[in-house]
């Protein structure tokens, strides 16, 4: 199995396999709607092959979690897929290692909307997100943090995209 930067393949190609874990109404969900716009961070952004087949991907995009005049920048985690016949090989759990190694390199926190019980292995916490404020209905308890200073982001923020020509890492 090959781990490669998720920019060495056709986009198309992750988005089929995207489309076939979750189905196309993926789009139409939060965490969807906030990466629109986003720039991907391609230093943690990586896919998974097994004999020149796509067999997993994940992504990191760049947002910015606002809360009146403060502005904090926050990574977005997802989609994190694995080919449905693949489950199980610990694709997954590698590709979220990947991405997180990356972004605690580039000291950014980690939001993610999923279950706690799953992602707290990897310090997820809905403890300070219980606020935010985002487009789509979320369950709070499923919106997750990963932060070295979590508290900074306590309170009625929102996520956007950044500010045009902001760029990600």
């Known amino acids: 199995m ?6 060495s393949i056709d986009p198309q190609q992750v988005s089929a396999l995207a489309d076939r874990c979750f189905g196309p109404a993926r789009m139409r969900r939060t965490a969807s709607i ?3 716009g986003a ?3 391609d230093d943690a952004s990586f896919i998974a092959t097994d004999l020149g087949e796509l067999v997993g991907s994940v992504e990191l995009h760049l947002l910015h979690w606002v809360k009146g005049p403060v502005s904090r920048k926050i990574a977005i985690l997802g989609p994190l897929v694995s080919h449905p016949e693949r489950r199980g090989e610990g694709i997954g759990l590698r590709l979220m290692d990947l991405a997180l190694s990356e972004a605690d390199k580039l000291a950014l926190p980690v939001m993610l909307i999923g279950d ?3 992602y ?3 310090g997820f916490s809905a403890r300070h997100t219980g606020q935010w ?3 789509g209905p979320v ?3 499923r919106l997750l943090l990963r932060a070295r ?3 900074l982001f306590a309170g009625a923020g929102t996520l956007q995209a950044p500010p045009i020509g902001v760029q990600a890492a």
């Open 120 to 122: 707290g292995r990897f």
């Open 149 to 151: 200073h979590p508290q």
């Open 39 to 41: 720039p991907r961070i």
């Open 2 to 7: 090959d781990f490669l930067s998720h920019d």
């Open 139 to 141: 369950d709070p308890e």
């Open 133 to 135: 404020v985002l487009p």
């Open 34 to 36: 906030l990466r629109q």
């Open 116 to 118: 706690e019980p799953y």
